[in-house]
């Protein structure tokens, strides 16, 4: 054991006696000793010189990532992933698949791994009554992201519910919720003329790190004894979307405008004289060949739901969100300053900002949210939508399903030609995804041009470019929840200055951003890609 003897300069002087343990590295002990000393003093915590510098020396033990030579998660996704290979012909993603309601707070993490153990539920009870006899259970295994910030986003919750044939779009938060409060709860579950007695211990954290098909990697199994009497291997690749080993995606319609880019997307517009909106419906119509009134009651659906997120979180007032952060929501309180004479200049930002909390908050809570393109991401266009319906201008319902119709173009295009997923591409992935949807959203609404339309959807996006996805502890609130509301005030901002400015002057266009989403998703250390192994997730002392 070595000693420290002065105060090295850079960092407040520990007690006298503190040793630094055998094996640690002095630098690092010392930058976590002055870290954790800071966060204490900042947040009140009230931890001793010697409890902290215990903890230093435990964290400064842990060797970083890199150094402990460990294996990168399944960054590079596998070209049998069907996910994969869509983005290689015109994009084919219509309004059900990609606007869903659920409960928060991960479309990925919750609603992906909810609806995976619903199929795998159901194929189950499909199975010859001969498999079926010798089975004694259900586990579930979570690989990669999902186990590594798996707790923080209520993944075994999901998981769980899923097996007990519970659907996103109508399970009851309140089940969810119990599952917290009675985590050694047994569900029973019956499956041809047997009932398991099923708990959260049957839903495993697997293994970080290794190789697999994608980084949010699932296996259920069906088992009989200690041996799998069947077995399905799952990916849930953002947005709420799911895949299995061996999926072939479900036959659809052909496009009536196909098209893989937004280039393609606006010269269909431009030649047919049509808004994006229009090209997306006709679209809808003809891959998914439902009715234009089932397609907008649909709309309507999806947009009532995001009133009702919007309404409920403002409605909650400084309540403290679930997990080890102990945060406070704000939502009530910015939206009630938002309305006094002395802020009224204040008024515009703070109150989409408010909107967007507000949704956000209510997706901590695991309250039931709508992708728009993810849950983390899920207070950013609600925000817009109320901000519009709600505030001043009272745009009416059918200008919402425009705008509804646009940002899905802009959604399609980037899962198409680059991912929605925190765990593929970092933040920018979700919340800068979400921001170009509104913006496009607010552009269509406006009944800019096709031009303006994705130039507001650039910009929006082009201000994202490089965010990592850090959650700290594992739980979608920060840096999500106040990111939701800059995604909403960036998607105004982006508006905007595409609304102003002469649209041929802009000078990046869409798919060069999108691109460059792609490659800068793909350059990023996985350290930022939802593992919370790195950013505000290493750096921030809970206590
Ligand atoms: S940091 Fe961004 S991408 Fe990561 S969980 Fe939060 S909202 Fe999602």
Redesign the pocket.
């Known amino acids: 054991m070595s000693r420290i003897k002065e105060d090295p300069g850079l960092f407040p002087p520990l007690p006298a006696d503190t040793e630094i343990p055998e094996g640690t590295d002095r630098r690092a002990f010392l930058i976590r000793s002055a870290v954790i000393g800071a966060a204490a003093v900042m947040t009140g915590c009230n931890m001793s010189k010697e409890e902290q510098a215990q903890r230093a020396a435990s964290e400064a033990a842990t060797p970083p990532p890199a150094a402990a030579a460990k294996k990168a998660l399944g960054a590079a996704m596998s070209d049998d992933l069907d996910v994969v290979a869509r983005s290689k012909g015109p994009v084919m993603t219509i309004l059900e698949e990609f606007y869903k309601v659920g409960p928060g707070p ?1 479309s990925s993490h919750t609603i992906g791994p909810m609806r995976i153990t619903y199929d795998f539920y159901q194929r189950c009870t499909q199975l010859p009554a001969d498999q079926l006899a010798k089975a004694t259970g259900l586990k579930v295994h979570l690989y990669g992201s999902l186990s590594a910030t798996g707790k923080g986003h209520g993944t075994e919750r999901a998981a769980l519910a899923g097996l007990l044939g519970k659907e996103p779009a109508s399970i009851d938060p309140a089940f969810l919720e119990e599952m917290v409060a009675k985590p050694e709860q047994s569900y029973p579950l019956k499956l041809g003329d047997k009932t398991f007695n099923l708990t959260l211990a049957d839903i495993v954290y697997d293994s970080p790190t290794g190789e697999f098909p994608h980084p949010n990697t699932m296996t259920c199994k069906l088992m009989g004894g200690e041996q799998p009497v069947y077995e399905l291997e799952y990916y849930s690749p953002g947005g709420g979307f799911y895949e299995w080993k061996g999926y072939t995606p479900p036959k659809k319609g052909a496009p009536k405008y196909p098209y893989a880019t937004m280039k393609e997307l606006r010269q269909h517009a431009e030649t047919n004289k049509l808004s994006i909106a229009q090209v997306i419906m006709a679209n809808e119509l003809a891959v998914s060949g439902k009715s234009e009134s089932d397609i907008n009651a649909f709309l309507d659906k999806i947009a009532s739901a995001m009133l009702a997120t919007v309404k409920a979180g403002l409605s909650a007032k400084d309540d403290v969100l679930p997990g080890p952060i102990k945060l406070h929501s704000k939502a009530a309180a910015v939206f009630a300053r938002s309305k006094e004479k002395k802020y009224e200049s204040d008024r515009a930002i703070a109150q989409v900002s408010a909107f967007a909390l507000a949704a956000s908050e209510e997706n901590a809570r695991g309250h039931l949210v709508i992708t728009a393109p ?1 849950g ?2 899920a207070g950013v266009m609600p925000a817009v939508v109320y901000a519009l319906v709600e505030g001043p201008r009272k745009i009416p319902m059918d200008k919402v399903r425009e705008g509804l119709l646009a940002g899905a173009a802009i959604g399609y295009l980037c899962k198409h030609n680059a991912t929605l997923s ?1 765990a593929e591409g ?2 920018q ?3 800068g995804v979400a921001s170009a949807m509104s913006a496009a959203f607010l552009a269509q609404v406006y009944d800019s041009p096709p031009l303006v339309t994705e130039n507001a959807a650039e910009s929006a996006l082009e201000h994202h470019l490089g ?5 700290v502890a594992g739980y ?1 609130q920060v ?2 929840i106040e ?2 509301a800059f995604g909403a005030v960036k998607a105004w901002v982006a508006a905007l200055i595409a609304t102003n400015e002469i649209a041929s002057r802009h000078r990046v266009d869409l798919d060069t951003t999108i691109e460059t989403l792609a490659e800068t998703g793909r350059d990023m250390s996985n350290k930022y890609k ?1 593992t919370s192994e790195g950013g505000l997730a290493a750096n921030l002392v809970l206590c």
């Open positions: 991960s993810t983390g991401s925190g970092g933040c992935s979700e919340i965010m990592t996805c850090d959650p979608v840096p999500c990111r939701c939802e």
